[in-house]
């Protein structure tokens, strides 16, 4: 069935450091992909999705692209900032399911 | 204006007991979702409503009964409550389907004692 596989955490990163956030997914046909955030106490919120193979997604620094080849969508960020601090969650979704599947979540923590 | 509201943010009960989960978003949407969180932020899909129908019910104990009196609100009533049903609960909502964005509430904390 379809799944979504994320890099265990918790990542600690010095601010301004290079982040990437590994994703890799299965699933048949060409499903669409996300990234999620959520930030302490609070619910997930959407960061960024690509929709069809090689479709880049970017947002508030943060991207991420939608690699059919390797089944990935990583997530990258060129400096992090403290204000990064939160769990990071990918997710599929696929055709004719009424769905998103999540994958278990990084936790990252960005220290001064 | 908050899209979409939880109340109450946080639950504590005891076992045995039966509690209410009320969600509310006003963006409009047609679908709506109950997640279980656990301590580990593992994230798990329960329900989906569209159009008030039922179209996802995970293998959920049927002491989960999720209730919708009209697109806007999605209810999650939960019968004899049991320590493993601590968890975050988060509601969420979409336009058309879960390939739009989800919208999530802002999470209940249930503990159960």
């Known amino acids: 069935g379809d799944s979504v596989t994320q890099m265990e955490g918790p990542v600690t990163l010095s601010e301004e450091a290079f982040l990437t956030i590994n994703c890799t997914y299965t699933a048949t046909g060409y499903p669409s992909l996300f990234w999620y955030v959520q930030y302490p106490g609070e619910g997930l919120q959407l960061l960024l999705k690509a929709t069809k193979a090689d479709d880049k997604g970017s947002n508030k620094g943060f991207e991420a692209t939608y690699r059919k080849e390797t089944t990935s969508f990583h997530l990258e960020k060129g400096s992090v900032q403290v204000s990064d601090s939160a769990v990071y969650f990918c997710?599929?979704?696929?055709?004719?399911?009424?769905?998103?599947?999540f994958g278990t979540g990084t936790r990252l923590t960005v220290i001064p | 204006d908050t899209a979409v509201s939880q109340t109450p943010k946080y639950l504590v009960t005891q076992m045995g007991n039966d509690k209410s989960i009320k969600c509310e978003q006003n963006?409009?949407?047609?679908?709506m979702y109950w997640y279980k969180q656990d301590s580990k932020k593992f994230l798990k899909i329960m329900f989906s409503?569209?159009?008030?129908?039922?179209?996802i019910n995970e293998t959920v104990p049927n002491r989960f009964s999720p209730k919708s009196p009209d697109k806007a609100h999605l209810n999650l009533h939960i019968n004899s409550l049991e320590l493993g049903d601590s968890a975050v609960y988060f509601c969420?909502?979409?336009?058309?389907?879960?390939?739009?964005?989800?919208?999530f509430g802002p999470g209940t904390r249930l503990l159960v004692l």
């Open positions: 969420a909502s979409s336009e058309g389907g879960a390939t739009r964005t989800q919208y």
């Open positions: 963006l409009g949407h047609d679908t």
């Open positions: 997710a599929l979704y696929q055709t004719g399911a009424n769905n998103l599947f």
């Open positions: 409503y569209n159009n008030k129908e039922l179209i």
